[in-house]
């Protein structure tokens, strides 16, 4: 480091270089990275009240909290990924839906996938077209990875279905009553009606393709690979599907069903209810409070905080009426980093902070949004329309949509 650099970015490379594999070392960097952000921060606000303007520290400031979020990205991913190889080996001996784990299915699948051989003997797949439903195994893989990549998925709840649409019943809540005296007659009250709300089923599909040579010759793992390029595709689709999809081959995204939302009216309960900022271009402190106590006080049980990376950049630097920080950073393993004591997760997709924009939704994912998929990923093979490749069209039906908007609030920036 050279010794004429200036003391401030000295300190800004010290946050920076630290990028520790070992998950204790991570999240020590992320908590010195943060108290680093404090009291650079601090500094930046003193200047400002005594009318001053530093530019490098204005760019220091902004650097430092880029660099917090960046390693609490990198903390939360790699529990995640423990989470995720836990969850798969938990679920090692068990199936999905009506299919059960089969090895000769397995090394049928492989073979089909490489020569495109079918064997008589797999009657249970279905070969006529080309095409198989992917091995339990590795319909598990996916779906694992897709809990990586797509947080709202990870967060709500998945129902699997074997047949082509489901719908849920629901009530109006109209029922009626009324006071009356010892000898009174009783007549009859309202009686609630009950109703079906449907959840769209989409496809998402990836194509990826490879070599029929490297098929042949290479020593590769076929169904890794496969793999690696059908959850990266699947997952991107559902990130944007399950925030704002606009129901037409595609899931309803939770955004939509905010109030002003395509969808405000389509739920029987009405809509998610807003709470705005109170500024028309920043996120503010009494706005998370109120936000946080709007959800009913029986809903809040599992709520978090869902926005994405840079809107968490100016939540680390709210402060509550006595100066203290709101944000604190990931203080251990399996704790995700907070605001005002409540969990924050991280959505790629949500809106930044901006005029107009929902910059984050606060509330039991679990309990308010449904995702729908129907069993089984199914692959077909083509070697024949762009050949030398071979593709490997692959899908997947999902659904999704908002079965209870009462345990979510969406925060304004208004």
Do not use: C
Not at 310 to 322: P, T
Not at 355 to 364: D, E, M, P, V, W
């Amino acid at each position: 480091m050279s010794k004429h650099m200036n003391p401030r970015q000295r300190g800004l490379v010290a946050v920076r270089a630290e990028t520790p594999s070992d998950m204790k070392a991570a999240i020590e960097a992320v908590n010195r990275g943060f108290e680093a952000f404090k009291a650079e921060h601090t500094k930046q606000l003193d200047d400002l009240k005594k009318g001053k303007a530093d530019v490098v520290l204005d760019e220091k400031v902004e650097r430092i909290n880029a660099s917090v979020g960046e390693l609490q990205t990198n903390v939360q991913k790699a529990i995640d990924d423990m989470s995720v190889k836990i969850a798969a080996a938990g679920l090692a001996e068990g199936v999905i839906g009506d299919l059960p784990a089969n090895p000769e299915y397995v090394s049928a699948f492989k073979a089909h996938m490489r020569k495109g051989e079918v064997q008589a003997s797999m009657s249970i797949g279905t070969a006529v077209d080309g095409g198989y439903l992917a091995p339990v195994e590795w319909d598990r893989t996916i779906t694992s990875k897709l809990k990586e990549t797509s947080p709202i998925r990870a967060n709500a709840k998945v129902q699997s279905i074997t047949g082509p649409a489901f719908s849920k019943l629901f009530t109006d809540r109209a029922v009626g009553s009324g006071w009356v005296g010892e000898t009174a007659t009783r007549p009859a009250t309202s009686t609630p009606q009950f109703g079906p709300l449907p959840f769209s089923i989409g496809e998402i599909y990836a194509f990826p393709q490879i070599t029929q040579t490297l098929l042949d010759d290479a020593a590769i793992n076929l169904e890794d690979w496969l793999a690696g390029e059908v959850d990266g595709e699947f997952g991107r689709q559902e990130n944007i599907a399950f925030l704002a999809g606009d129901g037409v081959n595609k899931p309803h995204g939770i955004l939509t069903y905010v109030e002003g939302g395509a969808n405000a009216a389509r739920h029987p309960w009405g809509a998610i209810k807003v709470v705005s900022t109170g500024s028309a271009g920043k996120l503010t402190a009494d706005s998370f409070v109120d936000l946080f106590y709007s959800v009913p006080t029986g809903l809040r049980t599992g709520a978090k905080l869902f926005t994405n990376r840079l809107s968490q950049g100016a939540m680390r630097k709210l402060k509550d009426g006595q100066g203290n920080y709101l944000w604190q950073p990931t203080m251990a393993a399996g704790q995700p980093a907070t605001l005002a004591g409540e969990s924050i997760v991280e959505v790629p997709d949500m809106p930044d902070v901006a005029a107009g924009n929902i910059a984050a939704l606060y509330g039991n994912m679990e309990e308010t949004y449904l995702v729908i998929d129907r069993v089984g990923i199914r692959v077909l093979r083509d070697a024949l329309t762009n050949k030398p490749y071979v593709g490997f069209y692959t899908t997947k039906r999902v659904g999704g949509g908002v079965q209870n908007p009462e345990p979510m609030r969406a925060l304004k920036v208004a």
